[in-house]
């Protein structure tokens, strides 16, 4: 097999992944999407095991490592939502800001946001 | 070491491989990416929450059937156990728990929608250039049986034994983090809110309401 065919797979996943965690508005639907990203990291080590034949089978137990890190990760993540939601009430990451600039409210971040998405676009 | 490495992978050399004669493993490699693909996209882009969750159960089992196609037999079925088995699960726990609306909600991405787009256009196509252009002519010998749990055990018990205790030391401490993070509150009594009736007292006989009562902390 082409060495290509998982390279690029793994890096569209990735770019994926980044957009929904700087699209996303909920936090959950954002940790989903880094694990969208974990996964290309994966499957980057799994074919790069699979083509140097690495004698110590580096890539398969970082692989490994890797996914049981996602899984403490994604643990640890849900338990800080579910607090946040519990003490202010949203689990939207464009609503906590709280450690923000105080003298920019939401609103103004809205448009500000919107403005640059429209220059962008 | 670098050389021994580069000496032990696959030719270096053009190889007489064309894109244009893919053999059946590619074939169901690139059937299968396109769908990981798709219902990656799906799973950032839909307004349904909950069928976010669910779009990325398809994406994470096709990344598995991904990994049995690169003969990594056991880290396929270990991404099956622990992605689709408790992540996913968690993730659904996660959005009810968090009350996501179940229908389709219009405020499901935030306004940056479109600079989103533009960042995750530009790492695509440096990285996809980048990655085309270094391993263009690079190939994968399957076979042999490297991925298989024998293999995997032994490589993992012989030579990462130290990374896998630390990680085990992780994995208690994300728990018992975990457990702290989203235990409700220490076990003192609550305290009386005003406007509420304090408890064992008959609501006609006392004239005087809860709300009067010195607050015993501001």
Redesign the interface.
């Known amino acids: 097999?082409?060495?290509?065919?998982?390279?690029?797979?793994a890096?569209?996943?990735?770019?994926?992944?980044?957009?929904?965690?700087?699209?996303?508005?909920?936090?959950?639907?954002v940790?989903?999407?880094v694990?969208?990203m974990l996964?290309a990291v994966?499957?980057n080590l799994?074919?790069f095991?699979?083509?140097?034949?690495?004698?110590?089978?580096a890539g398969?137990?970082l692989?490994?490592?890797t996914?049981?890190?996602?899984?403490?990760?994604?643990?640890?993540g849900?338990?800080?939502?579910?607090?946040v939601?519990r003490t202010r009430g949203t689990?939207?990451?464009?609503r906590l800001t709280a450690l923000g600039d105080p003298s920019e409210d939401a609103e103004d971040a809205?448009a500000d946001?919107?403005l640059?998405?429209?220059a962008?676009? | 070491m670098i050389t021994s490495?580069l000496a032990?992978?696959?030719p270096l050399t053009p190889a007489a491989?064309s894109?244009l004669s893919p053999?059946g493993?590619?074939i169901v490699?690139?059937l299968v990416?396109i769908a990981?693909?798709g219902s990656?996209?799906i799973?950032?882009t839909t307004k349904q929450?909950v069928h976010?969750?669910l779009w990325?159960v398809v994406?994470?089992g096709g990344?598995a059937v991904?990994?049995l196609?690169?003969?990594?037999e056991?880290?396929a079925w270990?991404?099956v156990l622990?992605?689709l088995g408790?992540?996913v699960v968690?993730?659904l726990?996660?959005?009810m728990?968090?009350?996501?609306p179940i229908g389709r909600s219009p405020?499901?991405?935030?306004?940056?929608?479109?600079?989103?787009?533009?960042?995750?256009?530009a790492?695509?196509g440096t990285?996809?250039t980048l990655?085309?252009d270094a391993?263009?002519t690079?190939?994968?010998?399957?076979g042999?049986g490297?991925?298989s749990a024998a293999?995997?055990g032994q490589?993992?018990f012989r030579?990462?034994v130290l990374?896998f205790e630390a990680?085990s030391v992780?994995?208690l401490a994300?728990?018992v983090?975990?457990i702290v993070?989203?235990r409700t509150k220490d076990e003192r009594p609550p305290k009386p809110r005003p406007g509420k009736l304090r408890t064992g007292k008959p609501v006609g006989l006392s004239s005087v309401p809860a709300s009067t009562t010195p607050p015993q902390e501001s």
């Open positions: 097999m082409h060495l290509v065919y998982p390279a690029v797979l890096a569209l996943l990735f770019s994926i992944g980044v957009y929904g965690v700087l699209a996303r508005r909920n936090t959950v639907l940790l989903m999407s694990e969208l996964n994966n499957l799994v074919a095991d699979a083509w140097l034949r690495d004698a110590l089978h398969q137990a692989t490994l490592f996914i049981t890190v996602a899984a403490a990760e994604i643990g640890l849900l338990a800080i939502v579910l607090l939601f689990a939207d990451i464009d809205e946001t919107v640059k998405g429209q962008v676009a | 490495l032990s992978a696959g491989r894109f053999t493993v590619e490699f690139l990416g990981v693909l990656a996209v799973a950032v929450l976010a969750a990325l994406a994470l990344l991904e990994f196609l690169l003969t990594a056991f880290v270990v991404q622990i992605y408790s992540v968690l993730v726990f996660g959005l728990l968090t009350k996501a405020d499901a991405d935030s306004g940056n929608r479109w600079v989103a787009l533009a960042v995750a256009l790492a695509a990285l996809v990655v085309v391993f263009r690079s190939w994968i010998d399957l042999g490297g991925g293999m995997t490589s993992l030579h990462w990374p990680l992780l994995l994300a728990l983090g975990a993070l989203s």
